[in-house]
């Protein structure tokens, strides 16, 4: 190895090991209405939050957190990952566009003292069925060749952040940790090719889940508040999933000739609806446990040292897919509008507190509801309600949800009213045929909240507005053909 060589990778694995703790913050935008950019930039700023990772590149964005100081993890779509694969020349246009672009134009800090390109996103998720096994790799390659012909692998590092799922424990103990078996061919040359680059390894961890799909999961190993009976690996004893989980990994890498490999939590947070555990009790216990760990810099027992995390998430997003679970649409640590859920001390402002974002328009105070006079017995409702929650967000209703005590009107009503709330509260939107009317006194009830959407953001040329009046049109045509 030429000298000079040597040099650029001391640089690269110097950079690497200074990897800073502290928090930061998922943001997606799979929403109706997403937040103008530039107020979750400023939301971003009066809340302390210094470190973002985004799930795609968008433009404005970028263009938004251009002179932030805010340090930024650009994501690659899973959808991308094959044709990027598949010719160098539109990994080349992508780093051109999407990093080169926003860097000498905008000033865009796509991470302040590390700068991240995740390609892919959980792309060796179980439930994908190997979709993305053979062009996560030659995406990364060439996304990483593209970096360095555009003179920015120095700066901005490759990663692709990983479920928890890519590695298991023949021994349900973190020391008998190593990569799933069917995926093992897999993981070591992405992982080889990050350990040669400087990069780190993007893990998301999420408690939550274990509880939702193992009804016998002690709840109080999903915390940190060290109820839970520990468990012993060893003489080490780990008394939250957490440590255990991330334990595992470090097990893993080491056990692969990688030990030494930063470790980068991607995603890590706790939804507060749409099941019976997802709620404000659990999401603040959860996420605040979480935050005193990070404010203490207390790692785990093998990487004892400050944890370098991004919160999941900042906003939630109503129209995220749902196949995982309703939960899905909750996780933000705000509401779709930007405001705080519950007291959360980030541990970055002066308050103590979580701030609100400022400058927000709402549409009108009127809501859509059921007619007093309709029956539940009419032959419309059912297919009316399933239509309403097939294209808006039905996910607080159901058993131990924040709307979940409504009565069989109000459950039609929620449905009625998300649809029309999402089409911009048009008059065609509540037109359900002797079944709805729009009111302008708020039908919210106890722990559940109507809501009144904000004013759409179109931003670009994203087509959001066609999608708006698609629905509705959408919406005349069920009307003619099933009432």
Known sequence: MGLVSLLLRLVALFSVLSVGSGIGANWGTQATHPLNPE???????????????????????LRALGKSGIEVMVGIPNDMLAPLAAKMKNA?????????????????NISLRFRYVAVGNEPFLQTYNGTFLSTTLPALQNIQSALIKAGLSSQVKVTVPMNADVYESANSLPSGGDFRQDIHEYMLPIVKLLSDTGSPFTVNIYPFISLYIDSNFPAEYAFFDGNASPVNDGGTYYYNMLDANLDTLVHTLQKNGFGNMPIIIGEIGWPTDGDRNANMEYARRFNQGFMSR???????????????????SLIDEDAKSIDPGNFERHWGIFTYDGQPKYLLNLGTTNSGRLLPARGIQYQENKWCVMRPNARLDDPSVAASVSYACSLADCTKLGYGTSCGTLDGKGNISYAFNSYFQINNQLDEACKFPNLSMIVKTNPSQGTCRFDVMIQPYYGGADGRLPKQLGLVAAFALFLLTFL
């Open 92 to 108: 080349e246009e992508w780093v051109s566009k999407n990093v080169s672009k926003h860097i000498t134009t905008d000033n865009v």
């Open 294 to 312: 990070i404010a203490g810099g207390k790692g785990t027992p093998l990487r004892p040292g400050p944890i370098d995390a991004y919160l999941f």
């Open 39 to 61: 107020i979750v930039v400023k939301l971003l700023r009066d809340n302390g939050i210094q470190k973002v990772k985004l799930f795609d590149a968008d433009y404005d964005t």
